[in-house]
């Protein structure tokens, strides 16, 4: 099942410009031995979310413990095709998080490093921004 907020004070929201900022200051780690940061701004939808989560089940299994820092939180609308202008805002399409450089997308613990780091580099492939890995042990590891 898609990710989606169960409750917000509005659906339909403005649309935001693109921030392209520089790389931020990277958090912590708060929980796992290796994390993913992203390295560019962008939009992750709920879509790529629930893929990198199906990834990284199938990959790791029951061997690791998994911390997803992303969730959806701004929603995206379109009107129906062939219709009329006016009439208001179209539907909600689906919703996704907005993330800038720098943000602390995910968390792995418990499992061999050899596989973590190929989980990961599966899970680059499926995010619509670049983004880079880091281990708590050694400086980073693209």
Same mark, same amino acid.
């Given at each position: 099942?898609?990710?989606? !907020?169960?409750?917000?004070?509005?659906?339909?929201?403005?649309?935001?410009?693109?921030?392209?900022?520089?790389?931020?200051?990277?958090?912590?780690?708060?929980?796992?031995?290796?994390?993913?940061?992203?390295?560019?701004?962008?939009?992750?939808?709920?879509?790529?979310?629930?893929?990198?989560? +199906?990834? +990284?089940?199938?990959?790791?299994?029951?061997?690791?413990? *998994?911390?997803?820092?992303?969730?959806?939180?701004?929603?995206?609308?379109?009107? !129906?095709?062939?219709?009329?202008? $006016?009439? $208001?805002?179209?539907?909600?399409?689906?919703?996704?998080?907005?993330?800038?450089?720098?943000?602390? +997308?995910?968390? *792995?613990?418990?499992?061999? !490093?050899?596989?973590?780091?190929?989980?990961?580099?599966?899970?680059?492939?499926?995010?619509?921004?670049?983004?880079?890995?880091?281990?708590?042990?050694?400086?980073?590891?693209?």
């Amino acid at each position: 099942m898609l990710l989606s !907020p169960k409750k917000v004070k509005f659906i339909k929201q403005h649309s935001r410009k693109d921030d392209t900022k520089t790389l931020q200051k990277l958090g912590n780690f708060n929980y796992g031995y290796f994390a993913m940061y992203a390295e560019e701004s962008g939009k992750i939808c709920a879509k790529q979310i629930e893929a990198i989560r +199906l990834v +990284l089940r199938r990959s790791l299994k029951r061997q690791a413990k *998994i911390w997803i820092k992303l969730y959806v939180h701004s929603s995206f609308t379109k009107k !129906p095709n062939e219709t009329r202008l $006016g009439k $208001g805002k179209g539907n909600v399409k689906y919703w996704n998080s907005i993330i800038q450089p720098g943000k602390l +997308l995910l968390e *792995i613990k418990g499992c061999n !490093p050899d596989i973590a780091m190929q989980t990961l580099d599966k899970v680059k492939h499926k995010l619509s921004i670049k983004a880079m890995v880091r281990s708590k042990y050694s400086r980073w590891i693209l």
